[in-house]
């Protein structure tokens, strides 16, 4: 009898089946809203966009079709909801959400990819599971969660494909959903990397701390981000809503920088 392996979620012995890296029922909704009829998807580790979507195979059904699928459902109610629109610059939104829904969702996305692309942050991502599974709310505190809207951005089409000499221009609108990292360069802390998933026009952004770490550090950083990245909030527990204004960053630049080595940094 073939020995059964461990699942990345509950770490049991089971069967283990096939998950994609965003959930399916979610993917019938980006393309209806796009009127986009071919699949593709850019694989940053290979830097290039590949015709099938990843999938990982390391997640047994429990996991797959009941808890994970329990986010999966919530992300896909709150996409009718919120994420369908796309958001006009200087738009401000009225954002309603569940916060541990979201953020448990957040970060099964991101240690998804994590495990796909070999990514340096795979082992703090596996230490949030008791969190991302639901069954220890306190060991969020330690990922604070902050979230930006991306707005529509007119470009020249000579930027997007060097063969066009013109000036002729197009609206680029933020309809590519993507997982990746951005980096932060902090005084006294040093460079920051954050966990960021872009879905739409909303961007939410991920930054980790130790679990004994202090409160106080979490609030310096919130200060100084914030201050720096026009538009970003960070999200709160006791919450269930918040005031966004559309004024973070354009599509163009958002996707560019996604596809590249970029940072934010404090530097004025």
Known sequence: MEKQKICAYCKEEKKLTKEHLWPNSLHKRIYAANEQNENYFWLSRLQRTIPNEPTIKDVCAH???????????????????????????????????????????????????????????????????????????????????????????????????????????????????????ILFKVPNIGQKILRVVHLRSFSFLLAFWPSAGGKAEQNDFESIITSKMNGLKLLRANKKNITLECVGIGAWMSLKDARSQFEFSNKQ
């Open 63 to 181: 996991c797959n079709n009941v808890t994970l699928s329990i986010l999966d459902a919530y992300i896909c109610n709150l996409f009718d909801r919120e994420f369908i629109n796309i958001i006009k610059f200087n738009e401000k939104i009225s954002f309603e959400y569940d916060y541990h829904l979201l953020k448990r969702w957040l970060l099964k996305m991101s240690y998804n990819s994590a495990r796909i692309h070999s990514a340096h942050d795979e082992k703090a991502l596996e230490l949030m599971l008791p969190y991302i599974l639901g069954e220890d709310d306190n060991l969020g505190r330690s990922v604070q969660l902050f979230a930006l809207l991306t707005y529509p951005e007119e470009v020249k089409k000579r930027e997007i494909d060097k063969t066009i000499t013109s000036d002729e221009t197009i609206i680029i609108e933020p309809k590519i959903h993507r997982v990746g990292h």
